[in-house]
């Protein structure tokens, strides 16, 4: 059995008090969780006061990008050393805001898979179609050249959790319907399995796109949704726990 994650991508939100309170409360509420995996992804700035806050809980401290080189005259950007040192697990990689405003290509999210997992850090990659691809019925074209080409000469992949989150779905408050969600969870498991062989049932493939615990309960009870990548939802703690509460019910 896939042991289910929820994540929650905190985005560009919370300053450092903040992040440690929020941290403070999730990781109150999963007090001696042990079935699943909860994750948080906060600000850069967040990381080391948030995983501070989480030494010795169930929650696990993810970053929401990273670049490829380990150190050097790359102004602004943070490195899987760095983040590793910060007290990650993960890595969220290629999810659509990155590939939208700051041109985050597939070669450049193949090139920092391969780093994040050699600097010992698990990525989160993300993939998904938008509407007018949907719209034209290539949604698996898409999101299956995403995943190829990510996880090109990628042989870890146990350590690789994929996110489905199709991008009309972000922030808009319009979720995929648990069976439009599933067909593509299938979808991207089978192409896992051409990849790889049998491996593909233990990859752990999450769902993300507007995500509340309202709607969670469905989706969640779908066979190859093993848990969600929560954004607006993560940014308050009784939202972000009734979501875990959901899943502990259903799984
Ligand atoms: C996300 O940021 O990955 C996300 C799914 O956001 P939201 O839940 O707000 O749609």
């Keep these: 059995m896939r042991k289910w994650m929820v994540a929650g991508n905190w985005k560009m939100h919370t300053t450092i008090p903040e992040a440690v309170a929020l941290a403070g409360q999730v990781s109150a ?3 001696g969780l042990s079935a699943g995996e909860v994750v948080l992804a906060p600000p850069f700035t967040a990381l080391a006061a948030v995983s501070d806050v989480i030494k010795g809980t169930p ?11 380990e150190k050097g005259a790359y102004t602004g ?10 007290g990650c697990t993960y890595v969220i990689i290629g999810h659509s805001e990155r590939r939208k405003y ?4 597939d070669e450049n ?4 898979i391969k780093k994040c997992l050699a600097a010992g850090l698990k990525p989160i990659l993300c993939v ?3 509407l007018e691809e949907r719209e034209q019925g290539i949604t698996e074209f898409v999101v299956g050249l995403q995943v190829k080409k990510a996880l090109y000469g990628i042989n870890a992949i146990d350590d690789v959790v994929i996110a489905y989150e199709p991008v009309w779905a972000i922030g808009t408050g319009k979720n995929a319907l648990p069976i439009e969600a599933e067909e593509v969870h299938r979808f991207v498991r089978h192409l896992v399995g ?8 233990r990859t752990r493939i999450l769902y993300g796109g507007s995500v509340t615990q309202d ?6 009870g779908m066979e190859d949704i093993d848990g969600a990548l929560v954004g607006g939802a993560s940014l308050k703690s009784e939202g972000f726990l009734g979501i875990i509460n959901k899943v502990l019910e259903k799984r």
Aim: a negative charge.
């Design 29 to 31: 509420g999963v007090k």
């Design 59 to 69: 929650v696990s401290l993810a970053s929401q990008n990273m670049f490829y080189e």
């Design 77 to 86: 950007e943070i490195s899987p050393l760095m983040l590793k040192d910060a």
């Design 102 to 105: 700051f041109h985050d290509l």
């Design 109 to 112: 999210i193949n090139l920092k």
């Design 128 to 130: 998904g179609e938008t």
């Design 194 to 201: 051409d990849m790889y062989g049998e491996v593909c049932a």
């Design 215 to 220: 709607n969670i309960g469905d989706l969640i």
